[in-house]
């Protein structure tokens, strides 16, 4: 009996193998730096950084603008096609919206439920 309780004393040893050696901790110091894609190295918060609101206000509502193709004879051996676009007010024709929300109820993105909104706060863990 005391044999079994020893084989079963053993410590744990994973089976799992990991190659090579252990990953460094970095460990950062400061604030928050610029993105990477950044302009010019803005970081966030700087005085060159823009607002959102300020940004928002900036925003022009979408509009449908119409264009007429001027069509000139395919150039090059690669057979693409060079046009030219020119664009031309015209009034809305049949099956065309002016905006995203006069589109029909089923083609519209479907507002979140308040349980869908719990569980993207809990980072999906519920």
Do not use: W
């Not at 894609?37 to 900036?58: H, I, N, R, T, W």
């Not at 009034?91 to 083609?107: G, H, I, M, T, W």
């Amino acid at each position: 009996m005391r044999q079994t309780a020893i084989r079963l004393a053993k410590s744990y040893t994973p089976m799992i193998k990991f190659v090579g050696a252990r990953h460094p901790v970095i460990h950062h110091t400061g604030g928050a730096g610029a993105h990477a894609c950044a302009l010019d190295g803005v970081a966030p918060g700087s005085s060159q950084c823009l607002p959102a609101a300020e940004y928002l206000k900036k925003l022009q509502p979408f509009e449908v603008v119409s264009y007429k193709v001027k069509s000139t004879p395919k150039r090059g051996i690669s057979g693409t096609d060079k046009r030219g676009y020119t664009y031309t007010d015209r009034a809305l024709q049949e099956n065309e919206v002016a905006s995203v929300l006069s589109l029909p109820k089923r083609f519209r993105v479907r507002p979140l439920e308040d349980p869908e909104i719990d569980v993207i706060n809990a980072g999906g863990a519920l």
